[in-house]
């Protein structure tokens, strides 16, 4: 569905992206992770037609997205993470007019259907500047979702949002997988990674460092972790099994927690860097 070869982004004395290979397959979440600045949406701009690489070449469904700009167009739908919607329109008036724009065959009955998967029915004469933050990034998906995508793009669809509402928008994810949907997402909610995606990619420094399932990407790294906090300062322990984690716990003269390797562990591992935020 989805193929880089030797993808990179310069600017200038700035390397964005440097020689990423990569094959992202029909219908699965891919997750793109990475630091600030690692390279997650200079990736997204490029597949979405939006920048130009400096090297290399990059496909969706066999059209090149340089050269073939239109038909992939055609195939992608994008969620921006800043929320651009129109706030004195209503939900109804947001989607009516980016369906115009992209000539959406249907465009009332669509907007009809979207509204309801998105539990936005009730809400569609409502003007967006009265919804909540949650409300907003579900609006966000929806048009997204105008045009009948097969590849969907979604740029940390759930910043700033607390748990429960993160939650709710984890679900709407899972539904469109199951619809046969391929996503693309990018995020700094290391939960996030590990609940929705079927492979992840991390970037540092504009490279791929890992690519896998969460879980197989946490296999490698395995053991447990030592959580020591002392004066609001925690320091964390990488150890291989149970036995030495309690050794090392007895050690310490502060409160301790040992836990199971995640993801986020493995991220600072390899980046030196916290992944959430």
């Given at each position: ?14 390397v964005?992206?440097d ?10 979440i ?5 630091p ?18 400096t ?5 969706l469904?066999d059209y ?10 055609k ?6 993470q800043?929320i ?7 939900a ?15 465009l ?30 579900r609006l ?9 995508p ?12 607390d ?6 928008l984890w679900?709407?994810?899972q539904?469109?997988k199951?619809?046969?949907?391929t ?8 939960e996030e990674?590990?609940m ?13 460092i890992?690519?896998?399932t ?6 490698r790294?395995?053991g ?15 150890v291989k ?8 716990a007895?050690?310490?003269n502060?409160?301790?927690?040992i836990?199971q390797v ?7 591992q ?8």
């Amino acid at each position: 569905m989805i193929i880089t070869q030797d993808l990179s982004k310069h600017y200038r004395e700035v390397v964005a992206l440097d020689g990423l290979y990569l094959e992202i397959h029909p219908g699965e979440i891919f997750g793109l992770l990475g630091p600030n600045g690692a390279g997650k949406t200079t990736t997204i701009k490029i597949l979405t037609t939006l920048a130009r690489p400096t090297r290399g070449r990059a496909f969706l469904q066999d059209y090149d997205v340089v050269r073939q700009p239109l038909p992939v167009k055609k195939l992608i739908g994008v969620c921006p993470q800043e929320i651009n919607l129109d706030k004195e329109l209503s939900a109804y008036e947001n989607l009516w007019i980016y369906g115009r724009l992209y000539r959406v065959p249907g465009l009332h009955q669509r907007i009809k259907e979207l509204l309801e998967f998105g539990d936005l029915r009730d809400r569609a004469s409502h003007l967006v500047k009265n919804f909540s933050g949650g409300m907003q990034r579900r609006l966000l998906i929806l048009r997204a979702l105008l045009s009948r995508p097969q590849v969907l793009f979604l740029d940390e669809p759930t910043v700033g949002l607390d748990p429960q509402v993160r939650r709710q928008l984890w679900s709407l994810i899972q539904q469109l997988k199951q619809e046969g949907i391929t996503i693309v997402l990018t995020t700094h909610y290391i939960e996030e990674a590990e609940m929705l995606c079927d492979r992840v990619g991390i970037l540092n420094r504009g490279r791929l460092i890992a690519l896998d399932t969460p879980a197989a990407i946490v296999a490698r790294l395995g053991g447990y972790v030592v959580e020591a906090t002392e004066n609001g300062k925690r320091e964390y322990h990488l150890v291989k099994d149970k036995a030495e984690a309690y050794s090392c716990a007895q050690t310490e003269n502060c409160e301790v927690i040992i836990r199971q390797v995640n993801l986020e562990d493995v991220f600072i591992q390899l980046t030196g860097e916290r992944l959430s935020r």
